[in-house]
């Protein structure tokens, strides 16, 4: 089991986690943080978090976490 949570502000039709090719949608939680209980999930499994923001993410991989990107819907 593993929490992910993610900061994204902009987020104007929700996210979502994809872990293990399978897409979990985050609920959101205050100040633009949104969060998602995945209980598959291990320690070492890639995920990608999916978002559709208003102004582009300019971090395509998240630094210090080489198992962790973000894509925009498009």
């Known amino acids: 089991m593993h929490v992910f949570e993610v900061w994204a502000p902009t987020a104007e ?12 949608p985050l609920e959101e939680q205050d100040r633009g943080w ?23 993410c300019p971090i395509r991989a998240r630094p210090g976490s080489p198992k962790a990107s973000t894509v925009r819907r498009g």
Not at 13 to 24: I, L, S, T
Request: glycine share 8%.
């Open 13 to 24: 039709r929700g996210v979502a986690v994809r872990v293990q090719g399978q897409d979990h």
């Open 34 to 56: 949104w969060s998602a209980r995945i209980d598959f999930a291990q320690p070492g499994d890639d995920y990608q978090f999916i978002l559709d923001a208003a102004i582009p």
